[in-house]
């Protein structure tokens, strides 16, 4: 009978062994392992005494089940130990008790006991302080997560959590909002069902400029601030997209979006009030210019060294207000995209050279040197002369004749003493412009924030330079405009490093688009951009010689290269100055000469003002006629000039003296054109 009760326990036992490990679920496996483990107990029991408990076999499988009895906690052992004993009383009061039933027992029941405390007490109190730390973090952590979501619940920007595959994992009450979908609706979807991403245009986005899966694929962040969202209504409005990715690739993203159309609105009625406020100041402006250049001619006014220093100094201010009108209104263009783009083939050196000869006389000023060092290749012999490349570019010459003036300009404005080095450089695909200067430097902290709009350096060494924080800016929009990129280095105190790198075409392809007629290259020396009728020249030669056109000025007054004489330039900047305005100006003129007769007064000089929709080919400044005593008047264009005196052509012969007989003016006489200069 005992054999046959034995037999059912340990077939009960192995029963709840195997339900322990194939069928009971996580939270009752340990409560189904301790009760495999009692019904083992107890068959084990059984057999001892079926067997004999003294002289049993199975004395031995007590005692290695019984030291794993620690396992299941200090409960177990106190049972264990209550059984064991409860056997020894009853074999007491059986009248069966021996000295070998007592020391079996004691050896073979009790001592497994208590090496079984011995070896998993102090291993159970380390798991049970192991479960008080997990226990005390899961709470932290809870309290952290509750404190997570209350945050990203109280944020204003909407929040996405996708995982790896897309799927939405995460959505706050502001992207709800944003985009339509409620959070029981969008949990589980493809992120592209509920954020339906469209380019500025309207269009669909692609997988190459698709933020979020780019995020996915990489691994690595993505901001934009030029998207379209389409939210569940079918509303589009203006959005900013930052995507973050989840700890390592594959673990999913964080999308973070807000709606920027007010603050784009804002942003266009601003670009739109600096727009029209920079157009109507500017003409006042250049009236004001105009005026105070005149008062500053000595053929026009006749002013005291007093006088003069101060309205100098008013037409300076009025000059650098009238520059600040025209930052403001490029800047105003390059915000709208309506920056207009008229490329032209540009020889880089000769183009680069001429922009600097026209900022040398600041550097002078200054005391400063600018060293112009294009790449060149050094070439042996009985002396070494050197090679400059030909880097020839297809880009719009007024565009990037504002960059490199600019960053030119600017690496003599902030150093104090040393000099500048404008270098060129490139590659078949790309030409460098960089310009290194001496100066002040800027801290490392600023660097990344230069090219913002309105962004300056703030400190002790440029608070007293000055500027707006519109030019670096407006470099860097110019730049992008001719697909470059544009980047500075600088250590502070030591000088500063400013580089453009410019698509560059090669001597063959310039003179394909010359003879195609889709550009002409450009010798561009100034304000204004010439272009050569002729093939695209190979020869140092040849290229100085289209170096010989004249250099074009602000307002698109023409200038030699020789220098004209201080009064001849007065003469002809007051006849193009006079030509600005629409209404008779009268200004004194130094009497004239005595002459052996008396002679009428002569007939005011008539200038003809062209209209501004047709500009007219530029040509090489003419001598300037003496001033005639009498009013300069301007005559709008169309209204019939008066007459003036021809201005004698320059003979190689000497020329003979004047007559005593003024030239009468007539209708039939050609009208005197003094060229813009």
């Given at each position: ?157 909407g929040v996405i959590a996708v995982d790896n595959q897309g799927a939405i994992e995460l959505i706050n009450p502001a992207a709800q909002r944003i985009v339509g979908w409620g959070r029981q609706d969008a949990i589980g979807l493809d992120y592209k069902s509920v954020l339906k991403l469209l380019t500025k245009d309207g269009h669909e986005l692609n997988k190459a400029i698709d933020p979020v899966f780019e995020v996915l694929t990489t691994n690595q962040p993505k ?307 010439f272009f050569a009728e002729e093939k695209l020249s190979s020869t140092e030669t040849e290229r100085q010689q289209a170096l010989a056109t004249p250099i074009i000025l602000k307002h698109g007054v023409s200038q030699q290269r020789e220098i004209p004489s201080s009064e001849d330039v007065a003469k002809a900047e007051a006849s193009h100055v006079a030509s600005l305005f629409p209404t008779s100006m009268t200004a004194p003129a130094p009497a004239p000469a005595p ?83």
């Amino acid at each position: 009978m005992i054999g046959g009760l034995s037999a059912g326990m340990a077939a009960v036992s192995i029963g709840l062994a195997l339900m322990s490990y194939f069928l009971a679920p996580k939270p009752t496996k340990s409560i189904t392992a301790y009760a495999a483990y009692l019904m083992l107990i107890g068959t084990i029991f059984v057999l001892l005494l079926d067997t004999g408990v003294a002289n049993s076999p199975f004395i031995a499988l007590w005692m290695v089940t019984a030291v794993f009895a620690g396992i299941f906690g200090t409960n177990t052992l106190i049972f264990l130990l209550i059984f064991v004993n409860s056997y020894l009383l009853w074999a007491f009061f059986d009248n069966s008790l021996t000295k070998d039933v007592v020391l079996a027992i004691i050896l073979g029941g009790e001592l497994p006991i208590f090496i079984s405390y011995i070896l998993w007490h102090s291993k159970a109190k380390s798991e049970k302080s192991k479960d008080r730390a997990y226990h005390d973090l899961a709470n932290e952590l809870n309290q952290v997560s509750n404190k997570s979501e209350v945050v990203i619940n109280a944020i204003a920007d909407g929040v996405i959590a996708v995982d790896n595959q897309g799927a939405i994992e995460l959505i706050n009450p502001a992207a709800q909002r944003i985009v339509g979908w409620g959070r029981q609706d969008a949990i589980g979807l493809d992120y592209k069902s509920v954020l339906k991403l469209l380019t500025k245009d309207g269009h669909e986005l692609n997988k190459a400029i698709d933020p979020v899966f780019e995020v996915l694929t990489t691994n690595q962040p993505k901001r934009t601030n030029d998207l379209t969202l389409q939210t569940n209504s079918g509303k589009k409005i203006s959005i900013s997209v930052v995507a973050s990715p989840i700890g390592h690739l594959g673990s999913g993203a964080i999308i973070v979006f807000r709606d920027i159309s007010k603050e784009l609105a804002d942003e266009h009625a601003q670009a739109e009030f600096i727009s029209t406020a920079s157009h109507e100041m500017r003409t006042p402006v250049a009236s004001i210019e105009g005026y105070l250049g005149l008062a500053l001619n000595p053929a026009t006014a006749n002013i005291d060294e007093k006088a003069r220093d101060f309205i100098t100094k008013a037409h300076e201010s009025a000059q650098h207000l009238g520059r600040l009108f025209q930052d403001l209104l490029d800047v105003t263009k390059a915000d709208d995209g309506r920056l207009s783009n008229n490329p032209k083939v540009i020889d880089m050196v000769h183009f680069t050279e001429d922009i600097i000869q026209g900022l040398q006389p600041k550097a002078d000023e200054k005391g400063l040197r600018i060293f112009f060092k294009p790449a060149s290749d050094k070439v042996g012999g009985q002396g070494v002369r050197n090679i400059t490349p030909m880097f020839y570019t297809h880009l719009d010459g007024d565009h990037l004749r504002e960059v490199l003036s600019n960053l030119i300009e600017n690496a003599i404005k902030y150093t104090l003493k040393g000099e500048v080095v404008v270098d060129i450089t490139g590659d078949n695909s790309h030409v460098v412009i960089s310009v290194t200067d001496s100066g002040i430097g800027i801290p490392a902290e600023d660097i990344p924030h230069l090219f913002q709009k309105f962004y300056r350096v703030d400190n002790s060494d440029t608070r007293e330079i000055g500027g707006t924080g519109l030019g670096l800016y407006l470099c860097r929009r110019l730049v992008e405009t001719m697909d470059g990129r544009i980047w500075v280095e600088s250590q502070y105190k030591k000088g500063s490093t400013f580089s453009i790198e410019l698509p560059r075409i090669s001597h063959e392809e310039a003179n394909r688009l010359i003879e195609a007629g889709e550009s002409k290259p450009s010798i561009s020396t100034g304000g204004k951009s010439f272009f050569a009728e002729e093939k695209l020249s190979s020869t140092e030669t040849e290229r100085q010689q289209a170096l010989a056109t004249p250099i074009i000025l602000k307002h698109g007054v023409s200038q030699q290269r020789e220098i004209p004489s201080s009064e001849d330039v007065a003469k002809a900047e007051a006849s193009h100055v006079a030509s600005l305005f629409p209404t008779s100006m009268t200004a004194p003129a130094p009497a004239p000469a005595p002459a052996p007769a008396p002679a009428p007064a002569p007939a005011p000089a008539q200038i003809i003002t062209p209209p501004q929709q047709q500009p007219q080919p530029v040509q090489q400044p003419a001598p300037v006629a003496q001033p005639q005593s009498g009013p300069v008047t301007s005559v709008p264009w169309g209204a019939a000039p008066a007459t003036t005196p021809e201005t004698p052509a320059p003979a190689t012969a000497p020329t003979p003296p004047a007559t005593s007989q003024p030239q009468t003016q007539t209708q039939q006489d050609r009208p005197l054109t003094i060229p813009n200069r």
